[in-house]
């Protein structure tokens, strides 16, 4: 018996263990027998295999089931949508426990820390959605005597949902957006972390779901991945994950001209002034990038200070960080620092931080190597670990400082005014996210002003909230998720013109 089996009979045996693709709610094998296999990042050990989407005959039958559902869902009374959202977010609630430890254990994410934090996301995004859903309307207007324009927002039909290893469930309730305006979906679960989202499709089925209306494939990104977004049947991509994907996803939905949403990958920077309250700039940078291990496009992971604060700054947050970011076993009520997705990027990280060396950086803390609590425990010794590393003396043309990591890796350098500042935080091809440390509220809001970017925090980073907008420009993406701009992201807009008079 695998260890994802051993986590649904400990739920009562409610729910099985579920093969890898979910057609009109039902659990389908593979047309070709093609199987993933998954792994516990912590420990190395291979957790179970799920059936692998074929990139032919899956995906078509997939979505083929989302196209038939789709004039059904549209015509549901938005009333018993709301109603099947609130359902579907309190099952999901109520399974916390079940859904929370599959997370953790396919994503290595520490279960106490953040995976019951990633599933109270879950149930609040769906909540949040729910309220939208009988609340969406056009406009409507006479622009003369006799006649009457109005707008309509109409649903497009079936959308591609293609989501990440980092938040497996969080990224996947943000895309039923789709759902909520009147879309049937089907959603390419990342190939590294295929487990949570087939879980939770019990939870559809068991809320009242209709068949067809929400559809999962397993598979890898090159080929399953790619064969969802150049098919013909699908009306929309919404995309998370890399800028290099991003960009082969945006070419190959030009096949028929689908639009899509990409959110894609971050270099944000968080700047720190001299007149900032410092203790707290502390706290939020550690959060900003070695929360979620680093893997976070939105991660503030290049910190740069006023010269006249910086080496107090680095000596506090080595301190905060060696206090409050632990490592140990997934199951530590205090654990904060986890394993990467896979031994690749664990070799990758770690690669990036040699790099940084090798140009000039000082090691504050952290580095390449296994941390002694990981090396010296047998189970763990093999899981994918990369300490907390804080490089600092980096200069803004740095490898370090230009590229995305995704670990938990902070580059820190020095400017020397607001000019000088400004100029180091637009200086990227990225644009999804950028932070302010400063008392001077004008100058932080002439730096939100000016700073390119789709999201600033003000003495804060990373933070969210759903009824704000989440995406970025330049090489960040385009289009956005959650609150009212990520609703209009997933409809068309039907122009209507009423005459009452004659010619």
């Given at each position: 018996m695998s260890l994802f089996q051993e986590i649904a009979l400990a739920s009562g045996d409610k729910y099985s263990q579920p093969l890898g693709l979910f057609i009109d709610n039902e659990f389908v094998a593979s047309s070709n027998g093609s199987v993933l296999v998954t792994t516990n990042p912590a420990t190395g050990k291979q957790i179970t295999q799920v059936h692998a989407a074929d990139p032919g005959k899956d995906v078509d039958k997939a979505v083929k089931a989302a196209r038939k559902a789709f004039k059904p869902w549209k015509s549901v009374p938005i009333t018993e949508k709301r109603d099947l959202f609130l359902k579907l977010a309190q099952l999901v609630k109520e399974n916390t426990q079940l859904l929370a430890q599959v997370e953790s254990l396919d994503s290595g994410k520490p279960l106490h820390t953040n995976a019951y934090g990633d599933i109270d996301g879950v149930v609040q995004t769906l909540t949040y959605l729910a309220g939208w859903i009988d609340k969406t309307s056009g406009e409507a207007f006479s622009p003369?005597?006799?006649?009457?324009?109005?707008?309509?927002?109409?649903?497009?039909?079936?959308?591609?949902?293609?989501?990440?290893?980092?938040?497996?469930?969080?990224?996947?309730?943000?895309?039923?957006?789709?759902?909520?305006?009147?879309?049937?979906?089907?959603?390419?679960?990342?190939?590294?972390?295929?487990?949570?989202?087939?879980?939770?499709?019990?939870?559809?089925?068991?809320?009242?779901?209709?068949?067809?209306?929400?559809?999962?494939?397993?598979?890898?990104?090159?080929?399953?991945?790619?064969?969802?977004?150049?098919?013909?049947?699908?009306?929309?991509?919404a995309f998370t994950g890399s800028t290099k994907v991003g960009q082969l996803v945006q070419s190959h939905a030009a096949v028929n001209l689908k639009p899509v949403t990409l959110e894609c990958g971050g270099k944000s920077p968080l700047m720190v002034f001299e007149d900032a309250d410092l203790e707290e700039a502390v706290k939020w940078a550690a959060f900003g990038i070695f929360h979620n291990m680093g893997q976070i496009c939105s991660g503030t992971s290049r910190c740069f200070v006023q010269e006249s604060k910086y080496e107090e700054f680095l000596t506090k947050l080595a301190a905060h960080v060696t206090a409050n970011f632990p490592l140990g076993s997934l199951l530590g009520e205090d654990i904060v620092v986890f394993p990467q997705i896979t031994k690749a990027q664990q070799e990758r990280v770690m690669?990036?931080?040699?790099?940084?060396?090798?140009?000039?950086?000082?090691?504050?803390?952290?580095?390449?190597?296994?941390?002694?609590?990981?090396?010296?425990?047998?189970?763990?010794?093999?899981?994918?670990?990369?300490r907390p590393t804080i490089l600092a003396d980096?200069?803004?043309?740095?490898?370090?400082?230009?590229?995305?990591?995704?670990?938990?890796?902070?580059?820190?350098?020095?400017?020397?005014?607001?000019?000088?500042?400004?100029?180091?935080?637009?200086?990227?091809?990225?644009?999804?996210?950028?932070?302010?440390?400063?008392?001077?509220?004008?100058?932080?809001?002439?730096?939100?002003?000016?700073?390119?970017?789709?999201?600033?925090?003000?003495?804060?980073?990373?933070?969210?909230?759903?009824?704000?907008?989440?995406?970025?420009?330049?090489?960040?993406?385009?289009?956005?998720?959650?609150?009212?701009?990520?609703?209009?992201?997933?409809?068309?807009?039907?122009?209507?013109?009423?005459?009452?008079?004659?010619?």
């Amino acid at each position: 018996m695998s260890l994802f089996q051993e986590i649904a009979l400990a739920s009562g045996d409610k729910y099985s263990q579920p093969l890898g693709l979910f057609i009109d709610n039902e659990f389908v094998a593979s047309s070709n027998g093609s199987v993933l296999v998954t792994t516990n990042p912590a420990t190395g050990k291979q957790i179970t295999q799920v059936h692998a989407a074929d990139p032919g005959k899956d995906v078509d039958k997939a979505v083929k089931a989302a196209r038939k559902a789709f004039k059904p869902w549209k015509s549901v009374p938005i009333t018993e949508k709301r109603d099947l959202f609130l359902k579907l977010a309190q099952l999901v609630k109520e399974n916390t426990q079940l859904l929370a430890q599959v997370e953790s254990l396919d994503s290595g994410k520490p279960l106490h820390t953040n995976a019951y934090g990633d599933i109270d996301g879950v149930v609040q995004t769906l909540t949040y959605l729910a309220g939208w859903i009988d609340k969406t309307s056009g406009e409507a207007f006479s622009p003369s005597p006799g006649k009457l324009c109005y707008t309509l927002h109409q649903p497009l039909g079936v959308v591609g949902c293609i989501i990440p290893f980092n938040y497996p469930l969080s990224m996947m309730s943000w895309k039923w957006t789709a759902i909520a305006t009147g879309n049937t979906a089907v959603f390419k679960s990342a190939h590294q972390t295929p487990l949570s989202i087939l879980v939770f499709a019990q939870l559809v089925v068991e809320a009242g779901f209709p068949p067809g209306v929400f559809n999962v494939i397993s598979g890898e990104g090159g080929t399953v991945g790619d064969a969802l977004v150049r098919h013909l049947g699908v009306d929309k991509i919404a995309f998370t994950g890399s800028t290099k994907v991003g960009q082969l996803v945006q070419s190959h939905a030009a096949v028929n001209l689908k639009p899509v949403t990409l959110e894609c990958g971050g270099k944000s920077p968080l700047m720190v002034f001299e007149d900032a309250d410092l203790e707290e700039a502390v706290k939020w940078a550690a959060f900003g990038i070695f929360h979620n291990m680093g893997q976070i496009c939105s991660g503030t992971s290049r910190c740069f200070v006023q010269e006249s604060k910086y080496e107090e700054f680095l000596t506090k947050l080595a301190a905060h960080v060696t206090a409050n970011f632990p490592l140990g076993s997934l199951l530590g009520e205090d654990i904060v620092v986890f394993p990467q997705i896979t031994k690749a990027q664990q070799e990758r990280v770690m690669s990036f931080i040699d790099s940084g060396i090798k140009e000039g950086c000082r090691v504050v803390l952290g580095g390449t190597g296994l941390p002694e609590v990981i090396a010296n425990d047998a189970v763990l010794a093999n899981g994918y670990y990369v300490r907390p590393t804080i490089l600092a003396d980096v200069k803004p043309h740095y490898k370090i400082a230009q590229e995305e990591v995704f670990g938990p890796v902070l580059a820190v350098g020095t400017f020397c005014d607001y000019d000088d500042a400004l100029r180091i935080a637009n200086d990227s091809q990225y644009g999804l996210g950028a932070g302010i440390f400063s008392q001077d509220i004008k100058k932080c809001h002439e730096f939100a002003d000016e700073v390119e970017s789709g999201m600033v925090w003000i003495n804060s980073s990373n933070d969210l909230d759903f009824h704000m907008p989440f995406g970025g420009v330049k090489m960040s993406g385009h289009g956005r998720e959650l609150g009212k701009y990520g609703l209009l992201n997933f409809t068309n807009v039907k122009a209507v013109y009423v005459n009452m008079c004659k010619l």
